[in-house]
């Protein structure tokens, strides 16, 4: 019974450190902005935009500020909601942080850039671009 015990506690320990290693299941940046992406809610996804940034969706660059890139990625999800998406690589300097991202739409394969500053009540999205893959 105690080898028991003693097994049922490792295995808790190695899927906690398993799931804690893999990405977006710490509590990081990306992981809320992943799923805003994902479920394509402009509105949520929103409330990570600093006040002014750059948008650029399909090869249509703005800087805007964040009400106005808001409307911008809420018309593209509208005529374009997403079935999957998912973070393939980030890096990070100093306090700033960089995400790539891959993002499906109808059978329509998109690479997402997402770049982050540290402010003073958080990290905040500078730049988001969606391209789709050709």
Not at 100 to 128: E, H, K, P, W
Request: charged share 20%; with cysteine.
């Amino acid at each position: 019974m105690r080898g028991l015990r003693i097994f049922a506690v490792s295995l808790m320990f190695i899927a906690g450190t398993v799931a804690y290693s893999q990405p977006g299941a710490s509590m990081d940046v990306f992981y809320p902005i992943a799923k805003y992406m994902e479920q394509g809610d402009a509105e949520k996804l929103s409330a990570w935009f600093d006040d002014h940034m750059e948008i650029s969706v399909n090869g249509v660059c703005s800087d805007s500020g964040r009400n106005q890139a808001r409307q911008i990625l809420k018309l593209f999800f509208d005529g374009n909601r997403p079935s999957a998406f998912s973070i393939r690589h980030t890096a990070s300097k100093a306090n700033m942080k960089y995400a790539l991202g891959a993002m499906t739409i109808a059978s329509v394969n998109y690479n997402v850039t997402i770049f982050v500053n540290l402010r003073d009540d958080g990290y905040r999205i500078q730049q988001l671009k969606i391209e789709k893959v050709r």
